[in-house]
């Protein structure tokens, strides 16, 4: 009986020893839970399992015993004729029910509370590995939103820029089709131009074919009449045809020198209007040049959200 005795004291001292390792920090609920689920433990419980169960069975035969004793000498009446002896032996009796109650009764009591610090700790050690995983994941979600909100802005930042390309496109269209309107419009006025200009070239040609014709005709009329003068046929008749023929060609001398000086001034104004029609032709292809460097720009955003989408996605 003192061997079984002290089988469970040192079963109780083993227990106390497990209980203050679970309870102190020797080690973390993750090193605790890998150990509760190492490969070694299994074994070791799936062969220890009857031991343990038959230890339990027998603490609790033990603990049923030491409460049946404890309650037959509890009960007991003191009478005043009982010898010393006989008290001192049912006080003894009673004392060894108490000391086995309490050596049978302490283990199953570690042992409820060895199982539950050890589902605590396991219970412990998932929160912590939950609450790992919805940290990391709360990180990669905001990080996720935060990489949207980068491509958001950058989205509005391109749609912006796009929208002022496209303003200015188009503010360059504009501007295209005017000076093309106006480019045509002085080509056909020039055109229009060049045609009364050469109309009035020839009119003015011929007019002073003309004059000049008149003027070799009445050049050869006065000197016939200088001839006729010389043989002595003068008369003032003549004279005053003489008179009036002078009069006539420094009048067509004049008008000669009104329509050069007006030709001359219809080529200043030709040279000018050739100059105004070169200066809009470079502007044209200038414009030209910018409205198709915009037109590549905008092809490249275009490829370039074009792969970020694919990627994306």
């Known amino acids: 009986m003192d061997l079984v005795l002290t089988l469970m004291a040192g079963f109780s001292y083993a227990e106390i020893c497990v209980v203050l390792l679970l309870v102190l920090p020797v080690a973390s609920p993750h090193k605790w839970n890998r150990f509760f689920k190492s ?52 006080s003894m009796r009673l004392f060894k029910a108490q000391r086995n109650f309490c050596i049978s009764g302490f283990p199953i009591f570690l042992a409820l509370v060895i199982r539950r610090l050890v589902t605590l700790i396991s219970v412990q050690a998932n929160l912590l590995d939950q609450n790992e995983a919805t940290f990391k994941q709360a990180q990669s979600a905001s990080a996720i ?16 820029k796009e929208d002022s390309t496209l303003a200015e ?50 050049t050869a009329e ?66 030209i040049g910018q409205y198709s460097k915009f037109e590549r720009q905008m092809n490249i955003n275009a490829e370039c959200d074009d792969k970020a989408d694919k990627k994306f996605n």
């Open 39 to 90: 490969k070694f433990l299994a074994m070791v419980a799936r062969r220890a399992y009857l031991c343990f169960f038959f230890v339990i069975v027998v603490l609790v035969l033990f603990l049923l015993e030491a409460i049946r004793e404890m309650r037959k000498y509890s009960n007991q009446e003191h009478y005043a004729d009982v010898r010393l002896n006989t008290e001192m032996q049912r």
């Open 222 to 287: 006065l000197n016939r009449e200088k001839k006729n003068k010389k043989d002595g046929n003068t008369e003032k008749v003549d004279e005053a045809k003489e008179d009036d023929t002078l009069a006539v060609i420094t009048k067509m001398k004049e008008v000669l020198h009104e329509l050069t000086v007006e030709l001359n001034r219809e080529n200043k104004e030709k040279e000018a209007l050739k100059s105004q029609a070169k200066s809009l032709n470079r502007e044209y292809v200038r414009l």
């Open 145 to 160: 939103i935060r990489s949207l909100m980068q491509d958001i802005n950058t989205e509005k930042a391109d749609e912006a």
């Open 169 to 218: 496109i188009t503010n360059i269209k504009e501007r295209t089709q005017e000076l093309t309107a106006e480019l045509n419009r002085e080509k056909k006025d020039k055109e229009d131009r060049n045609t009364e200009k050469a109309d009035e070239a020839k009119e003015d040609s011929a007019l002073a074919v003309t004059i000049r014709e008149r003027i070799r005709e009445l």
